[in-house]
């Protein structure tokens, strides 16, 4: 059994942002704001014979202030979930239950999750079913919900594994939900992977896709600058996503995983900017296609840990005002370990410019450093120094916090 708490905050100034010749950027004005993200809990692993048993609650508090509003969320979230230990025992087991309340004044959501997978060998296969029904409803009698089941057959012929499946998806939305967008109803679940040199080089491919639904305490996670508003704003379709690549391990330490790959959205939840009366982030949705490339690497050993991704993307957005996904978007991160007990680390997170037809946020590279001093076995002082570069940083379109910043702490060691 575990207890845990974690808190997040930024109480300080923020930049003022301005349309400067079709770019947001910072205007040399300073306001006052805050954002605070909590989470307190407690959580338990059991396990017995033929598998094992996981329960988790706790509590959460979003707060935030900025030039628009001030809003301070409370919420629980619960989780339970009992899970064979076998694949391949006679019956196989995943189920799991998931419960989330959030409230903000008159706003209240209640999200409910049943999901999991039932299953049986056949031989050296497996069979299963997969099966999600998820709720959302609102202060209001506003409601959607979604239920898949997922039919998978998983086998493998010499080198090549292959797990087929089909997933037959519905929605249901209440009447006074805005932007609804009617649910997609089979998509294909299809991945494929052939070991060519064990360990060293797997090609992989799949074909995937999906409704997601957008309620208002997911997009909160997301941004919690987001305003409140009623109802909720119904769900968005991946269409299909395509993906093709390699991945592996070389000198047993050297980890890569190369993707490409397509996806086509609709009704897509994307963040964007009205210009007029005045700036103002907003959020609304769309229909467009994606092409991608994806790379990651890492590698560690006794003394290094270092790692990097490195995401391209393009897409055929047209719409005038919300913001097409970021063309690059890149971080890296190295930690050295000094016999234990010294640790000196860098990181850097790098993203282009995202662009609207009205206006555009550049883009922003953030660079920071990291140092730990162990005093003892037991305890040990971290310092973590970011923004080094002193960038305009819109994370949340129209906020950015105020340049180069710190953080330290305490770590203790049971």
């Not at 007990?341 to 990291?370: C, F, H, N, Q, W």
Request: hydrophobic share 40%.
């Amino acid at each position: 059994m575990n207890l845990y708490a974690n808190h997040s905050s930024y109480i300080g100034l923020f930049r003022t942002i301005t349309d400067q010749g079709g770019w947001l950027k910072d205007s040399g004005a300073r306001t006052s704001g805050y954002r605070l993200n909590t989470d307190a809990g407690v959580n338990g692993f059991l396990s017995y014979g033929s598998g094992s048993v996981f329960a988790d609650i706790s509590y959460l508090n979003l707060t935030a202030r900025d030039d628009w509003d001030a809003r301070g969320h409370n919420g629980v979230n619960a989780l339970a979930r009992v899970k064979a230990s076998d694949d391949f025992a006679p019956f196989y087991y995943d189920i799991a239950a998931d419960y989330r309340f959030l409230s903000c004044n008159a706003l209240k959501e209640n999200r409910i999750l049943l999901h999991g997978e039932l299953g049986t060998p056949l031989g050296e296969s497996l069979l299963r079913l997969g099966y999600k029904l998820e709720t959302f409803t609102y202060s209001g009698g506003d409601y959607v919900g979604q239920l898949e089941v997922v039919p998978r057959y998983v086998f493998s012929i010499g080198d090549l594994s292959v797990d087929a499946g089909v997933k037959f998806a519905s929605i249901i939305n209440s009447p006074t939900s805005f932007h609804p967008k009617k649910s997609g109803l089979i998509f294909p679940e299809v991945k494929l992977s052939y070991t060519l040199v064990d360990d060293v080089l797997v090609f992989q491919s799949a074909v995937t896709g999906g409704n997601r639904l957008n309620s208002y305490g997911d997009m909160l996670m997301d941004n919690i600058f987001l305003a409140g508003f009623a109802g909720t704003a119904d769900n968005s379709v991946e269409r299909i996503t395509a993906t093709l690549g390699i991945r592996g391990k070389l000198f047993g330490r050297l980890s890569y995983n190369l993707n490409g790959g397509y996806t086509r959205w609709e009704n897509g939840l994307l963040w964007g900017v009205i210009t007029a009366p005045a700036l103002a982030p907003i959020f609304d949705f769309a229909d467009y296609n994606m092409f991608f490339a994806d790379a990651e690497l890492s590698f560690s050993n006794e003394w290094l840990d270092a790692g990097g991704r490195l995401v391209w993307r393009w897409t055929d957005l047209k719409e005038n005002f919300l913001f097409a996904p970021e063309m690059i978007h890149g971080n890296f991160r190295a930690l050295y370990n000094w016999g234990g007990r010294i640790k000196a680390g860098v990181d850097l997170e790098g993203v282009t410019a995202r662009k609207a037809a009205t206006v555009s946020m550049p883009g922003y590279l953030d660079l920071g450093l990291y140092g730990e001093y162990g005093l003892d076995r037991n305890v040990s002082a971290w310092l973590r120094v970011g923004n080094i570069l002193n960038q305009t940083i819109q994370k949340y379109p129209l906020h950015a916090e105020q340049g180069i910043y710190f953080t330290a702490g305490i770590l203790l060691h049971f």
